[in-house]
């Protein structure tokens, strides 16, 4: 198949064309072929940047390494000793290039069909040391073209999943992060070789499962995980709340409120994308701050948004184990605690870290706060106050995990006007935080080491226990300068 010049394949467009120039320039002096494989040439046509760039080569050893890795100024590692794969971290144009290089065992398209999908199985000779690309041939030997124009995600032959039960997951991600669909015949043989995810290192099912959760839509990828068997694989603990029945004001059951969850913290996380055409969503509080709050990723974590995702499945896998009749009233008492626990260890088991692991138990832990805090009219400065103490980090994640609980809750049933005094609140509280308002941080008036002074007391936590009366007092507008709180101290101490 030739590409021409000002195609959907144009290489000097990519942003990792002089990248790939000096690697020509080396090959070319060296009398090595070599060929551009993988994703990298599915992003290319699909006119993705993609940072990633897979290469194999006719020829490699570590002369060729140091050369190519020199003419970049870059460093690389061996990635995979056993099939002699080799990573190169290469700074460039602002962008930092991952560039794995492997050897050619036979042919290119003996390599090709060693690849797990269509569309990672097509390849591009760098043959050009100008990079023109009049005459530019892409290798396409199992129609990986075809695949992207209906996007598909199609398997190359049926042992790819038995060769690699990685690629269960991976290809629900690449469907996920593409906005593709499995071909037919693919979805049943993920569902043939569900079983072998059991297999697969929990740090490699991490990194599948991550993507999917930073990937939008992942609603929908879990019900198909679901479909193909693979979402009991690896939740199984979350298979025991299908066909759990909940109180009447719910319009699912846990199951499918709980997937139902993750696409509505999906709708709330979308920022402007939404609001325009979605009622429900112009009255949730939003902001270019709590944007980045959510999508933020600090080297290499996991977004806030996707840790979110992850709660909003599990938030209720506790509800089968704690269910109970009261009279004629269904309950589930501790459940967001027993869940918190099993959350751990599931996270465990997958490998997430401690942080993450910390962040998600303790959102599925609080997540029934916001609605604790009041009754019917606003919060007030000392429950907004204790709110943000007792969460911390975690307080504004909870606020808007409460709307997704709510959306996912009443569903198609929902009431307008309970909601638009829902979102009221979590914007009272919102405003409060962004505005940090003496209800959330009050300044501090006295300190410790005074009070001790002042009134001949010891250290211990007594004292902890005083500050923090002052700081509620100061939080519901009881106390405002230090002779109020001197005074506070002094009727408190007093009466001991």
């Known amino acids: 198949m030739k590409i021409k010049q000002n195609s959907a394949l144009n290489l000097e467009k990519s942003p990792g064309f002089p990248v790939i120039s000096k690697i020509i320039d080396v090959l070319r002096d060296e009398n090595i ?19 990633d760039i897979d290469i194999a ?3 490699l050893n570590p002369d060729i390494l140091e050369k190519i890795s020199g003419s970049l100024h870059g460093k690389y590692f061996i990635l995979d000793p056993v099939n002699k ?22 042919s290119i398209r003996d390599d090709l069909a060693k690849r797990d999908f269509s569309i990672n199985a097509m390849a591009i000779p760098l043959e050009n040391p100008q990079g023109a690309l009049e005459s530019l041939t892409l290798i396409d030997p199992h129609c990986g073209m075809k695949d992207i124009h209906n996007r598909y995600i199609r398997a190359i032959n049926h042992d790819i999943f038995q060769n690699d039960p990685a690629r269960l997951l991976r290809a629900i991600r690449i469907a996920a992060e593409l906005g593709f669909r499995l071909e037919a015949k693919t979805a049943k043989l993920v569902k043939l070789n569900s079983p072998l995810l059991k297999q697969v290192p929990g740090e490699r099912i991490r990194l599948e499962l991550v993507a999917i959760l930073e990937a ?16 009991g694989v690896l939740f199984p603990e979350f298979m025991g709340t299908r066909g759990v029945e909940q109180p009447k004001e719910h319009f699912w059951d846990v199951f499918n409120h709980s997937i ?24 949730v509080p939003w902001s270019p701050e709590i944007s980045e709050y959510f999508n933020k990723k600090n080297n290499g974590e996991v977004s806030r948004g996707a840790l979110l995702k992850l709660a909003a499945l599990l938030h209720d896998v506790a509800k089968p184990a704690t269910r109970a009749l009261d009279g004629e009233r269904l309950r589930f008492l501790g459940h967001a605690q027993k869940g918190a626990e099993i959350i751990e260890l599931i996270m465990h088991r997958l490998r997430f870290s401690k942080r ?4 998600v138990s303790r959102i599925v832990y609080h997540h029934l706060r916001p609605g604790q805090l009041t009754n019917e009219d606003l919060p007030s400065p000392r429950a907004i106050y204790r709110y943000f103490r007792d969460l911390e980090d975690i307080a504004v994640d909870v606020l808007y995990f409460s709307l997704a609980d709510h959306l996912a809750t009443r569903g198609p049933n929902i009431d307008p006007e309970n909601w638009k005094k829902h979102t009221g609140m979590i914007s009272y509280i919102v405003q409060a935080k962004e505005a ?7 300044p501090k008036l006295v300190d410790g080491h005074e009070i001790m002074k002042r009134f001949h007391l010891e250290p211990g936590p007594r004292i902890g226990v005083i500050l923090e009366q002052i700081k509620e007092a100061q939080a519901s507008g009881e106390i405002n300068t230090k002779d109020e709180a001197l005074n506070l101290v002094k009727r408190q101490y007093a009466h001991s």
């Open 33 to 51: 072929s070599g060929y551009l494989v993988g994703g990298f040439v599915r992003d290319i046509i699909l006119g993705l940047n993609s940072v």
């Open 57 to 59: 080569l006719s020829h």
């Open 85 to 106: 794969v080799a990573r190169m971290v290469v700074q460039d144009a602002g962008n930092t290039w991952h560039i794995d290089i492997a050897p050619l065992r036979d």
């Open 216 to 231: 939008r839509d992942t609603g929908s990828r879990f019900y198909e995980m679901d479909e193909m068997d693979l979402l």
């Open 260 to 283: 139902e969850t993750v696409r509505a913290v999906e709708n709330l996380l979308s920022g402007s994308r939404a609001r325009g055409s979605d009622s429900l969503l112009s009255s």
């Open 356 to 359: 993450e692991t910390d962040i």
């Open 436 to 442: 940090n308002d003496k209800s959330v941080s009050p």
